[in-house]
């Protein structure tokens, strides 16, 4: 069993057991930053980027299997289909930038997925130590780095706050005070009502400290009942 293993992480032709080898490390790794992102409560979550680290994966399987499975097809060109993941991937992280404010919102979410599409192109490759490496180096960078810029407090109150309330009039100081309690800071606050469907949405420029997480302030808002949903973005 294991010589046969040894020999499929070998083999450089695509095949239904290497096909699905390379299918299921995609799944599992964009799972992996996925779960990341949707601990952190960012909309581009778990299903999104299991699903482009897949479909990324695939695209490369399919764009090697052509040329091998239709060897007299003219101008066979393995990496033309897995040139054009990048760029359809673009929109999506594209979709995933929103300004606000005379700030910009998403741009670490964007570059996630960017970096998820290339994780999943090098498991359909069949390069799977790579693929690995790169998933635990992109997870470093969004959980480490995370505590790093916290710990240096150096990410110069560029947190996104957003907070979904079930009223048209939130009481702005509890928020504020549950917020300011656990050590963060709050400022540029702007609030969006709804009269019809009676929901609002509260917005703010976060500062985290140094013994602060994104997790102790979406905590602190949870006793109000009126919270629907918290968001913190970078």
């Given amino acids: 069993m294991s010589e046969y293993f040894t020999q499929l992480l070998s083999e450089s032709q695509i095949t239904p057991a290497t096909a699905l080898l390379r299918l299921v490390l995609g799944l599992v790794l964009g799972l992996c930053i996925g779960l990341e992102r949707q601990v952190r409560r960012h909309d581009a979550g778990l299903r999104t980027f299991t699903l482009i680290c897949l479909g990324s994966t695939c ?60 994780v999943g192109m090098t498991a359909g490759a069949g390069l799977y130590m790579a693929a690995v490496v790169m998933t635990v180096m992109t997870l470093f960078v969004l959980v480490a780095m995370d505590w790093f810029e916290r710990y240096l407090r150096i990410d110069g109150g560029n947190l996104i706050l957003t907070i979904v309330l079930a009223t048209p009039s ?65």
């Fill in 170 to 234: 939130p009481n702005k100081d509890t928020i504020e005070k549950l917020v300011t309690a656990t050590g963060a800071r709050l400022r540029e606050q702007s609030i969006a009502s709804d009269n019809t469907t009676g929901t609002s949405v509260v917005t703010y420029r976060l500062t985290l400290s140094s013994h602060t997480s994104q997790s102790d302030v979406i905590k602190a808002l949870t006793p109000i009942a009126e919270v629907k949903k918290v968001t913190i973005i970078a």
């Fill in 59 to 118: 695209a490369v399987v399919i764009s090697i299997w052509i040329p091998q499975a239709y060897p007299d097809m003219l101008n066979g060109d393995p990496g033309r289909i897995a040139a054009q993941v990048l760029a359809g991937v673009g929109f999506i992280g594209a979709g995933s930038i929103v300004k606000s404010r005379g700030g910009v919102q998403g741009l670490t979410s964007a570059a996630c997925i960017w970096q998820t599409a290339i």
